[in-house]
């Protein structure tokens, strides 16, 4: 009898053991410290974004905003950070944010950048895509946050097709 409880028992606790280890080991905003302020470099599949919990794969979409504590939170989707930030009451004036562009495939300083809304895959599917260069139809930060918190990007269908339909790329 005492065997057999071993044997559950046993196997139970190492798959406890794994699971913890697999949490630990994913990188938490709260353990990196960025005196720098400059961006940090993305670890696939370990760093979360902490709006919408999923795990930065590449830095396609990628958005860093670093606090006044020296904190990076890592976003997936440019959208994100911006619903963070409100969802925190942080200021975007108050804190450093980078972007990574599409055009020009480097990070930039999010507030100087220009965004396009179109039917992009972003990975919340808000459907901002960073730029370096302007082009026409681009919009900058301030607009692309005040769209974002007005609920006017890709997830809603009124949007989408009014965009879809006039191609503001």
């Keep these: 009898m005492t065997k057999k409880i071993i044997l559950i ?5 190492i798959l406890f053991g794994l ?11 709260e353990d990196i410290k960025n005196t720098k302020m400059l961006p940090i470099k993305i670890v696939p599949n370990k760093m979360q974004d902490p709006q919408c919990h999923m795990y930065l794969s590449n830095n396609t979409f990628a958005v860093e ?23 925190q009451n942080i200021d975007p004036k108050d804190v450093t944010i980078w972007a990574y562009t599409i055009d020009t495939k480097k990070w930039i300083d ?20 960073v730029y370096e260069k302007n082009r026409k139809n681009f919009i900058n930060f301030s607009e692309m946050r005040l769209r974002m918190l007005r609920g006017e ?8 097709k009014k965009i879809l339909q006039g191609d503001n790329r």
């Design 65 to 87: 905003v670093i606090t006044k504590d020296y904190k990076t939170h890592f976003f997936d989707d440019p959208g994100c950070s911006i619903l963070w930030m409100k969802a």
């Design 19 to 29: 699971a913890y280890y697999k949490i630990s080991s994913n990188q938490k905003t």
């Design 153 to 160: 990007n890709m997830t809603n269908p009124k949007i989408r």
């Design 9 to 13: 028992i046993f196997p139970v606790i």
């Design 110 to 129: 999010a507030k100087k950048a220009h965004y396009s809304i179109s039917d992009f895959q972003t990975p919340m599917h808000y459907g901002f895509g």
